[in-house]
């Protein structure tokens, strides 16, 4: 158990929202000063406004912590925003910041990574993507409820009601007042996108059917060019975020030329440019995923009127290495990983047997159970529990057998014979092997007569996990973020275990 939520008391998650928003002010008050002593210094870039940009977080707020120095963490992403004073700068997510599709624990995320946004980060726009979408409208209006600042910052042009097809599903935009580097008042106009083809292409297939009963998405570029028209009159700078393709990216700018700037959740082809300009408005895109980097740019007044970049856009790696985590976003994760209690699934009653547990195969296979053992394998749900990440389905998956697999692994609380990486990750579920083993083994099989003794041996000897384990078993587990170096032809010795003795150090 995370010891951080067992020592909060109860009356504090009542006043949450409120304490949230005292601490926002705290942290903006406490950090300006810049002792961070960061590069990012106020004094060297002082022009215009500073306009921060990220996206497509996919549900994550943090790292997984399954390699070193991995980027990400909204608890640091504050840090870098409190380098710039908060009335000189736009904050903003240009959408995506779910994932697709939304399982249970992936709503459930997505409504932190919005508490996050809404709440202490305190974004002035978010848009609304087509895996956000796919949430439904039940996930945002329960959202609306309880917890309001978390779907403030929302902003769609082109996401209507499907039961009002006239109706938009979100604010249209917002209109936020920002302070210029030289004093001047400016007021900065800012929607937001959804795309209105990705979700028919690979890979957001079949978003469409979790949100299409509740909303409409209609074409970007029309509902933008009179959109934007009235945000001009309203705003001295226009800004739209937008997911989809560079394309849609792209024929957003060429349709409606009154946008100043376009931040995309995609990037050109030619991934060398770092922004690129559509007949005047300036597209910037956002370069990673996950939340590992935070966009940066300077937009300015041109003399001739109308917005320049005034500097190349930037993306700030969010290094939990080089950052310090501001306490009450830590604290927010904290009640995330809390809540995934309420995601603990039983298993189904009567579920057929898969998997025996490695105590059954050590009866038999003692050498390989003693050399297992020492091997990080044999841990792996005590460094989510260490982490107080042992209800988090996005985790245990990777660190558990059989995950809500027939008698595979649900909840911590079922007893450990299936907790942590064990023989049957690698060798695949073999209750059967087992069981017909042990008969052999006790000398059951004598009982029965020579036709059924044969047939038995045979459905035996072809139960045999096969000795060989391929790379393909290792890699769905040690793949993309959660082991992005993986080397199997290093890394097999040390879970081989007809390797000579010495080679067999257990990775530890
Ligand atoms: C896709 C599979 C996968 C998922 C999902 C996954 N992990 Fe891991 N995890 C791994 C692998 C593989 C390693 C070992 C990486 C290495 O050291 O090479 C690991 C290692 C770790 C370690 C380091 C352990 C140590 O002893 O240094 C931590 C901590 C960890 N995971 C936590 C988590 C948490 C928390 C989550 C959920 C947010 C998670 N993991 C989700 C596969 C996964
Ligand atoms: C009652 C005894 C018994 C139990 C329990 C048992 N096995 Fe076996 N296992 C055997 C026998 C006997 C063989 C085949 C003979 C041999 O070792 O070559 C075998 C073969 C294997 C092989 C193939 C080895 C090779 O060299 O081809 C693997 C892998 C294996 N078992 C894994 C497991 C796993 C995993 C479990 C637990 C889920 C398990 N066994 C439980 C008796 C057992
Ligand atoms: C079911 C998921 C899963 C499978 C399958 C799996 N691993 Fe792992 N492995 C993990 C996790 C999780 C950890 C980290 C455990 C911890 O420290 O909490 C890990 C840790 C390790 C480590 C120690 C860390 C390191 O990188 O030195 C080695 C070595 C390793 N695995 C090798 C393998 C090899 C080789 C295979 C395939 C033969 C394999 N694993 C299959 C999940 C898996
Ligand atoms: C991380 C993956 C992994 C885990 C976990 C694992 N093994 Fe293995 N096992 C292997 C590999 C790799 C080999 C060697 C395959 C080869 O020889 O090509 C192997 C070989 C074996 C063999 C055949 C031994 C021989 O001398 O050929 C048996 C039996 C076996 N494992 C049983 C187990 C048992 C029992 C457990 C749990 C206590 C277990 N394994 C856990 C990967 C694993």
């Avoid at 996930?139 to 609306?144: G, P, V």
Wanted: with cysteine.
């Amino acid at each position: 158990m995370n010891p951080t939520n067992a020592r909060r008391p109860h009356w504090l998650l009542a006043i949450y929202p409120v304490l949230m928003l005292a601490i926002v002010a705290g942290m903006a008050t406490a950090q300006d000063g810049g002792s961070d002593g960061g590069s990012e210094g106020v004094k060297s870039d002082s022009e215009g406004l500073a306009l921060f940009f990220i996206g497509r977080r996919n549900s994550e707020m943090e790292p997984c912590g399954c390699v070193k120095n991995q980027l990400g963490g909204v608890q640091y992403e504050a840090t870098l925003y409190s380098r710039e004073p908060a009335e000189s700068s736009i904050r903003v997510d240009a959408g995506n910041w779910s994932l697709y599709p939304p399982m249970p624990d992936v709503s459930m995320r997505a409504r932190y990574v919005l508490k996050a946004m809404g709440g202490l980060l305190a974004l002035d726009a978010v848009n609304v993507g087509e895996p956000d979408l796919a949430n439904g409208l039940v996930f945002f209006d329960s959202l609306r409820e309880a917890h309001p600042e978390a779907v403030r910052p929302l902003v769609s042009a082109n996401v209507y009601l499907q039961a009002d097809s006239g109706k938009r599903a979100f604010k249209a935009y917002h209109v936020v007042e920002k302070a210029q580097a030289g004093g001047e008042s400016t007021s900065v106009a800012i929607t937001g996108v959804a795309s209105d083809s990705t979700f028919r292409t690979s890979p957001l297939v079949g978003a469409a059917d979790y949100f299409k009963q509740d909303f409409l998405v209609k074409n970007p570029a029309i509902e933008l060019e009179l959109l934007v028209a009235e945000m001009k009159e309203k705003a001295d700078l226009a800004v739209v975020l937008a997911t989809g393709t560079w394309a849609d990216a792209v024929g957003i700018a060429e349709a409606v030329p009154a946008i100043d700037v376009l931040v995309s959740t995609s990037q050109p082809n030619d991934r060398s440019k770092l922004s690129v300009e559509v007949g005047g408005v300036k597209i910037v895109s956002v370069h990673n995923a996950k939340g590992k980097e935070l966009g940066k740019v300077r937009l300015a007044e041109a003399d001739a009127g109308g917005w320049i970049l005034a500097s190349e856009p930037t993306w700030l790696p969010v290094s939990p290495k080089q950052l310090d985590a501001v306490p009450a976003l830590v604290e927010l994760i904290g009640e995330y990983k809390k809540n995934t209690e309420e995601l603990e699934v039983e298993m189904p009653r009567g579920a057929e047997r898969k998997f025996a547990g490695a105590r059954y195969c050590a009866s038999c296979h003692r050498p390989q159970y003693e050399d297992w053992i020492t091997t990080r394998h044999a841990d792996a749900l005590q460094t989510l529990v260490d982490k107080g990440s042992q209800f988090d389905p996005a985790c245990l998956k990777c660190h558990v057998v059989g995950f809500r697999e027939a008698n595979g692994f649900y909840n911590v609380r079922q007893g450990r014979s299936v907790a942590n990486v064990q023989c049957e990750s690698c060798h695949g579920a073999a209750y059967e092997h087992a069981q017909k083993q042990n008969l052999i083994r006790n000398n059951s099989v004598m009982r029965f007569d020579d036709d059924e003794r044969d047939r038995f041996l045979a459905e035996a000897e072809a139960l045999i996990p096969p000795s060989q384990v391929l790379e393909q078993t290792c890699v769905q587990c040690h793949q993309g973020d959660n082991d992005p170096n993986f080397d199997y032809e290093a890394k097999i010795h040390h879970v081989d275990h007809s390797a000579p003795a010495d080679s067999v150090a257990g990775g530890r």
